[in-house]
């Protein structure tokens, strides 16, 4: 009973700001690949204990080079997600990248956590690109991602327009 209530006064204030929750969870999930990027770098000895063996042993990588070139990868896909820069392939990478990990540390309490942020990112791949993305943002009535040119006749049109302008 007490819940219900609780539940639904909450229903009624958040109304307005339900279109937010998809840009919450990018930045923060974003956020997270962040920190765990630049933790890496500028500390890579911190992380070689959770490497495991069989990835050493099939590059020719030191364990240092492997884990920064982890943080540089975390912190490149981070900042794509953070921007809403091809937000699907990036959260889909990131949550595999994540179910990898899992795998890796198995069952405990680090893996529940890092399963529970690879569910999280990989529902932003199902949502894709929310409305605050630079996905969504559109040149020219195209994607902002997505090259933007003129056609033939649009260049034509153009230079019409703009002799015409010049014999006025």
């Known amino acids: 009973m ?3 209530k609780i539940e639904n006064y909450f229903e009624k204030k958040t109304e307005k700001i339900k279109k937010y929750y998809h840009i919450v969870l990018r930045i923060g999930i974003a ?5 765990f990027g630049f933790s890496q770098i500028i500390n890579p000895d ?3 204990g959770l490497m495991p063996n069989y990835v050493q042993s099939i590059t020719p990588f030191s364990a240092n080079t492997l884990i920064l070139f982890n943080g540089i990868f975390e912190i490149i896909f981070a900042t794509l997600l953070l921007l809403g820069l091809y937000t699907r392939t990036v959260s889909l990478l990131l949550s595999l990248h994540l179910f990898h990990i ?4 198995g069952y405990g309490a ?3 956590r890092d399963l529970a942020l690879a569910i999280a990112t990989l529902s932003i791949f199902l949502h894709g690109a ?3 993305c630079l996905d969504k943002l ?3 009535n195209k994607p902002f991602n997505e090259k933007v040119s003129k056609n033939d006749e649009e260049v034509k049109e153009d230079i019409k327009i ?3 302008k010049e014999n006025k």
Request: no cysteine; hydrophobic share 65%; net charge negative.
């Open 31 to 35: 956020i997270l690949f962040l920190w």
């Open 110 to 112: 680090i893996g529940a």
């Open 46 to 48: 911190a992380w070689i």
């Open 130 to 132: 929310d409305e605050f």
């Open 162 to 164: 703009k002799e015409e």
């Open 102 to 105: 899992v795998t890796i540390v």
């Open 2 to 4: 007490v819940l219900n």
């Open 138 to 140: 559109k040149v020219n």
